[in-house]
């Protein structure tokens, strides 16, 4: 499986971005797939999953600014994210895996940066 994320970049306060995930391999058996952030100097940190293509889950730190979606004819996860704040500012990762609460495959990740 390879995850490959796109769509980071620098941006004001306040505004959006919506980062891609696009996924090849046998995929099929995923289970779980989401988005995480590592900021400098903190540890990586859970952002938003989706579980069995249904049911999902977010940070609190993001609840009703983030959307976590896929579309699984494209093979593509995405994450819109509004309202963005300086503490938002990390390295986002795309991860997944076969099991609810794991992840087995990364991808390299893509900045995002906060600032005005």
């Known amino acids: 499986v390879q995850l490959v994320e796109s769509g980071g970049g620098l941006v004001q306060p306040g505004g959006s971005l919506r980062l891609s995930c696009g996924a090849s391999?046998?995929?099929?058996?995923?289970?779980?797939m989401g988005w995480y952030r590592q900021a400098p100097g903190k540890q990586r940190e859970l952002v938003a999953v989706s579980v069995s293509g249904s049911s999902t889950n977010y940070a609190d730190s993001v609840k009703g600014r983030f959307t976590i979606s896929r579309d699984n004819a494209k093979n593509t996860l995405y994450l819109q994210m509004n309202s963005l704040k300086p503490e938002d500012t990390a390295v986002y990762f795309c991860?997944?895996?076969?099991?609810?609460?794991?992840?087995?495959?990364w991808g390299k990740g893509t900045l995002v940066t906060v600032s005005s």
């Open positions: 391999g046998s995929i099929f058996s995923l289970n779980t």
């Open positions: 991860g997944a895996g076969f099991k609810a609460g794991t992840v087995n495959y």
